[in-house]
């Protein structure tokens, strides 16, 4: 049998720690672990638990990516306007929070240009706020509709709000903002629903879950204009998650109840069940990301929480250590 080499020419890279960022086929061996390691993919999607946020909370929002994620509002024992970013490992509070404390707001935008929108403190909320990496500028325009337990999508200056509770009524009210005011898109959601999720872009959105008394896995696509209902998730719940595109979308966590960390992938017809699921079950949760590479933060187990865990899905660049057979 040829020896390694001489079919590379080289010998197996010896290295204290294993690479930052791996080949797919690289080879090299850890001589702290003394382990011989290679660069492979995932074969399943799957959560790892990262470093918690600073504060533990629920129904907060988040916008940005698995890197750059930004985490802002929500609830510990009193409604807070907390703001802190993730760059891949650890959460960094701004000491600047939002304008107006609240609870169940929607979200949506990149870490340096994010918009936070709605939510609930003593009573439902239209405020709009932008953050342009440093601080929240509020914006007098909110939304026509003000409510909590909102959903969102988009960017910071093409956005859409969906659902949600006005403190009277459920509603499926649809609205888009263009970077300084909300126009209502009639008719809205078919079903009107509070504590969906939502992801996606303000000409293709996806909204999923909530609640309808009871619980509803209900999924509808927006194309700029109109809602079209489609398949809906196969576990029904409320105050979840999501990440990514309406073509390749990410749910997860929620509540049935109880307290739930079962996972779905949606490809723009369908929802498949992953088998990883969260480490931490929990309700009232926020994410970031893509389908591929998302990040699920805060929530309720109870008690409140402050976990962080980030998603690698399959295919996704792995480091495996390789052993004999």
Same mark, same amino acid.
């Given at each position: 049998?040829?020896?390694?080499?001489?079919?590379?020419?080289?010998?197996?890279?010896?290295?204290?720690?294993?690479?930052?960022?791996?080949?797919?086929?690289?080879?090299?061996?850890?001589?702290?672990?003394?382990?011989?390691?290679?660069?492979?993919?995932?074969?399943?999607?799957?959560?790892?638990?990262?470093?918690?946020?600073?504060?533990?909370?629920?129904?907060?929002?988040?916008?940005?990516?698995?890197?750059?994620?930004?985490?802002?509002?929500?609830?510990?024992?009193?409604?807070?306007?907390?703001?802190?970013?993730?760059?891949?490992?650890?959460?960094?509070?701004?000491?600047?929070? =939002? $304008? *107006?404390? !609240?609870?169940?707001?929607? /979200?949506?935008?990149?870490? %340096? #240009? +994010? @918009?936070?929108? &709605?939510?609930?403190?003593?009573?439902?909320?239209?405020?709009?706020?932008?953050?342009?990496?440093?601080?929240?500028?509020?914006?007098?325009?909110?939304?026509?509709?003000?409510?909590?337990?909102?959903?969102?999508?988009?960017?910071?200056?093409?956005?859409?709000?969906?659902?949600?509770?006005?403190?009277?009524?459920?509603?499926?009210?649809?609205?888009?903002?263009?970077?300084?005011?909300?126009?209502?898109?009639?008719?809205?959601?078919?079903?009107?629903?509070?504590?969906?999720?939502?992801?996606?872009?303000?000409?293709?959105?996806?909204?999923?879950?909530?609640?309808?008394?009871?619980?509803?896995?209900?999924?509808?696509?927006?194309?700029?204009?109109?809602?079209?209902?489609?398949?809906? =998730? $196969? *576990?029904? !719940?409320?105050?979840?998650? /999501?990440?990514?595109?309406? %073509? #390749? +979308? @990410?749910?997860? &966590?929620?509540?049935?109840?109880?307290?739930?960390?079962?996972?779905?992938?949606?490809?723009?017809?369908?929802?498949?069940?992953?088998?990883?699921?969260?480490?931490?079950?929990?309700?009232?949760?926020?994410?970031?990301?893509?389908?591929?590479?998302?990040?699920?933060?805060?929530?309720?187990?109870?008690?409140?929480?402050?976990?962080?865990?980030?998603?690698a899905g399959a295919g996704s660049p792995q480091t495996k250590t390789i052993t004999a057979s």
């Amino acid at each position: 049998m040829a020896d390694y080499i001489n079919i590379r020419g080289q010998s197996i890279e010896v290295v204290a720690s294993d690479p930052a960022n791996p080949t797919i086929g690289q080879i090299w061996y850890n001589s702290t672990s003394n382990t011989l390691k290679g660069g492979g993919v995932t074969t399943a999607g799957a959560w790892a638990t990262s470093n918690n946020m600073g504060t533990a909370r629920r129904g907060l929002a988040g916008a940005g990516t698995q890197t750059e994620t930004l985490a802002f509002g929500g609830r510990t024992t009193v409604d807070v306007g907390s703001t802190e970013e993730y760059n891949g490992l650890t959460w960094t509070a701004n000491p600047t929070g =939002l $304008n *107006t404390v !609240r609870r169940f707001l929607a /979200g949506c935008g990149t870490q %340096t #240009a +994010a @918009l936070a929108f &709605g939510g609930t403190s003593t009573a439902a909320t239209g405020a709009t706020e932008e953050y342009n990496g440093s601080t929240w500028t509020s914006n007098p325009t909110g939304l026509n509709t003000a409510r909590g337990q909102i959903a969102g999508c988009g960017i910071q200056t093409a956005a859409v709000a969906f659902g949600g509770y006005t403190d009277i009524t459920t509603t499926g009210a649809t609205e888009e903002y263009n970077g300084s005011t909300w126009t209502t898109v009639p008719p809205g959601l078919n079903t009107a629903r509070i504590a969906l999720g939502g992801c996606g872009t303000q000409t293709a959105g996806l909204a999923f879950g909530g609640e309808i008394a009871p619980v509803t896995g209900v999924t509808e696509e927006y194309n700029g204009a109109t809602w079209t209902s489609s398949n809906s =998730l $196969n *576990t029904a !719940r409320q105050q979840i998650a /999501g990440a990514g595109i309406q %073509t #390749a +979308a @990410l749910a997860f &966590g929620g509540e049935g109840p109880p307290p739930l960390s079962a996972t779905e992938e949606y490809d723009g017809n369908s929802w498949t069940t992953s088998p990883g699921s969260l480490n931490t079950a929990r309700t009232g949760l926020a994410g970031a990301g893509t389908q591929s590479s998302a990040l699920a933060f805060g929530g309720e187990t109870p008690p409140i929480t402050n976990a962080t865990e980030e998603w690698a899905g399959a295919g996704s660049p792995q480091t495996k250590t390789i052993t004999a057979s």
